[in-house]
């Protein structure tokens, strides 16, 4: 599948940047993961706490940084993907699933919270996102279903042992 991931690295110097290569293959692993046949967009915008507080304060209302943000274009079914239910874009050809807010900072520092390279923090919060951009919701469909997906696309990555 040919999809276009956007890319756009918006950190200050001091904080370590998230390789787009990595975000643009977890990503790809991802929708490969989901059986997604459509040819994707997906837009990324990788920021610092300060730049993720000021669009989470816009978009939802909340004042505070936070890690990532998912804004899906459609609302897929999860486990199900069906182009149907999105509308592709006529200049394109794509469908655009939706636009993810990473803060390089918090994945800095989360990364050392939990003893653990910044790149698998990173992997596993695009992996999130990517699953919100196709309808999974923690709080409707319950921890375990999105947890599970995401473990099958950690070790897809080589971030776990397959069991």
Known sequence: MKHKIYVKNKVPEKIPRVSAIMVR????????CEGVDAECEVSVLVTDDAGIRAINREFRGIDEATDILSFPSFKFKPGAF?????ETDAATGLLPLGDIVLSAERVNAQAAELGHSPER?????????VLHLL?????????????????????????????
């Open 25 to 32: 293959r977890v990503i790809k692993a991802t929708l490969a």
């Open 82 to 86: 069906d182009a149907s239910d999105g």
């Open 121 to 129: 923090e990173a992997t596993y919060l695009v992996i999130h996102s």
């Open 135 to 163: 309808g999974y919701d923690h709080p409707e469909e319950g921890e375990d279903i999105m947890r599970a997906r995401e473990r099958e696309v950690l070790e897809l990555c080589g971030f776990i042992a397959p069991i």
